[in-house]
């Protein structure tokens, strides 16, 4: 059966007579030919650069089905683990790279565009003439362990013995690149103030949110104050990554397996007395500290809190805790304040007069990555119809912009918005007051695509095992599935323009547009 689905992902298309490029030669596309596996995107801002999080997506996504990409990006982070403390860099001991570009990719010169960004951030976070590695994210660690041990949970102990050649020339065994890790969170965890995992920049040039939502705006208290960044910030959906990172970690270190679950236990219950919001029935984004050093909630309404759906964050607590937290977040996530043709928003829409343009993590665009997390986590936690819905409004958006976009625009009734028109191009079309344009080839995009379709071809070759669920997971679906407006999935030109008529945008890109910078003071001595 295996190698039927394998060859199956190989030759894998999207059936359709719409001009877009079949998902696997997009996947060849951001796919390193040097073995260090995936780039974030063949476009033009991320093309040849290794991402933490965005590689460690994708080998999620692709788990099953690409097993030796899948290794290569292992063995990739594995080798560019931080070794030493620096400020201008951000590497820890331990810490897995946030960002990994280099003047040659693939054996080639790097093009001007791309040589222009490389010694812009050469220059801010301490890289050579040839290379730049910057660490400044807060969740590639624990993402990385979680997928190793998926990884050798699934295939064995061989990728634990494999040796990698770290950027200092020394030689270490993947097994110890895993401790290094385990012990780098368990350190951050014993030192938080607030007991949740945090981050913040020591490099004054660094990025401010270190976390996949990296907006400088996305860290805002409903009040329209910016997050405090200079303390430390902790957000939801970090905790629940470092919650399955120790959990797996307990299951494969027999000798700190009590310890392990104990930090993981403490966490958990310490996310949920801080961030739960019982008035609302919904998480908060996250916790910072103000000037005076008093921890404060950012109570902004999100879609991060459904990453949790996606983890074993829930598993272990007593039903009835499970059932309210699990039901609150479907019904949040999936009533008019997130859902959209395209997916799910990644603000709530009540919180789109917190910033003063459409920022890209906000209440006017959706994430293919997300939307697709978000439909792992439902049907992780039993809820596979409604996974489908938010599976199929992905697959229908992609078919219909012929792309593979980093994010998607809609507009507040939730229509998705077109790719911009030519400048020569005339007609009405919405103004969009922004300051990106998205990637048109993401690599977490391709590898959501490739699943879901993987998935599916899967379950016809193999039936899946129906799940027994609770009475409560039933009556919820049920009642999700009458409210929430069906979208089926549409293979043809005229089928998809009919249920997603074209709304075309363009992009008011100013630069003197009033952006929230947030000030940064660096923090410790390296």
């Known amino acids: 059966m295996k190698k039927k689905v394998k060859k199956i992902v190989d030759k894998l298309s999207l059936p359709t007579l719409m001009p877009i490029v079949p ?86 010169r790097i093009d001007d565009v791309s040589r222009h960004i490389f010694e812009e951030l050469s220059g801010k976070w301490g890289g050579d003439e040839e290379s730049v590695a910057y660490y400044g994210s807060i969740d590639a660690t624990p993402h990385f362990i979680r997928v190793l041990l998926a990884y050798h949970n699934q295939y064995g102990d061989k990728i634990l013995h494999k040796s990698v050649t770290l950027r200092s020339g020394h030689k270490l065994p993947m097994s110890i690149i895993l401790e290094n890790s385990v012990s780098w969170l368990v350190t951050k965890l014993t030192e938080s103030k607030s007991g949740l995992l945090e981050w913040q920049a020591r490099n004054p040039h660094g990025i401010p949110n270190q976390v996949w939502k990296d907006s400088n705006e996305f860290y805002i208290h409903e009040n329209k104050e910016l997050a405090n960044h200079n303390a430390p910030i902790a957000s939801i959906e970090v905790q629940g990554l470092a919650y399955d990172a120790l959990m797996l970690a307990s299951e494969h270190f027999d000798a700190k397996s009590k310890e392990l679950q104990m930090i993981a236990a403490q966490l958990r219950d310490r996310t949920i007395a801080l961030l739960w919001q019982p008035g609302r029935k919904y998480f908060a984004l996250g916790a910072d500290y103000d000037a005076k050093g008093a921890l404060r909630i950012i109570q902004t309404m999100t879609a991060n809190p459904a990453a949790l759906l ?20 479907i019904r949040t996530i999936l009533s008019r304040e997130f859902l959209t043709d395209a997916g799910i928003r990644s603000r709530a829409l009540r919180e789109s007069k917190l910033i003063g343009f459409w920022d890209y993590h906000g209440s006017f665009v959706t994430w293919p990555k997300e939307t697709h997390d978000i439909a792992k986590g439902l049907r992780r936690q039993g809820f596979s119809q409604i996974s489908r819905e938010l599976e199929n409004r992905l697959l229908n958006v992609i078919m219909k912009s012929g792309q593979y976009p980093e994010f998607i625009y809609v507009d507040e009734w939730g229509r998705v918005l077109a790719s911009s028109p030519s400048p020569h191009e005339h007609g009405d079309f919405v103004l969009v007051e922004s300051t990106n344009h998205p990637e048109s080839i993401q690599a977490w995009t391709v590898s959501a695509v490739m699943s879901i379709v993987a998935e599916r071809l899967r379950s016809k070759v193999k039936k899946p095992q129906k799940l027994e669920r609770d009475e409560w997971q039933v009556e919820l679906e049920a009642k999700m599935l009458i409210h929430m407006p069906r979208v089926n999935r549409l293979f043809t030109p005229w089928s998809l323009s009919a249920r997603y008529p074209t709304y075309p945008y363009k992009i008011n890109k100013r630069d003197n547009m009033p952006r929230v910078q947030p000030v940064i003071q660096t923090v410790g001595k390296s």
């Not at 995107?41 to 933490?52: P, Q, R």
């Not at 997506?57 to 292992?74: F, Q, T």
């Not at 996606?310 to 977040?329: G, K």
Request: proline share 4%; no cysteine; glycine share 8%.
């Open 310 to 329: 996606d983890t074993m964050f829930f598993d272990q607590l007593p039903d009835e805790q499970r059932q309210e937290y699990v039901t609150a977040i």
């Open 23 to 108: 998902p696997s030669r997009a996947l060849r596309s951001v796919t390193s030919k040097t073995g260090k596996g995936v780039y974030a995107s063949s476009d033009t801002l991320f093309k040849g650069a290794v991402f933490g999080r965005d590689s460690l997506e994708v080998a999620e996504d692709l788990m099953l089905y690409k097993p030796r990409l899948v290794r290569n990006i292992l063995l990739t982070l594995g080798s560019l683990q931080g070794e030493e403390s620096n400020n201008l860099s951000e590497e820890e001991p331990g810490k897995i790279v946030h960002e990994y570009r280099t003047t040659m990719v693939d054996g080639k």
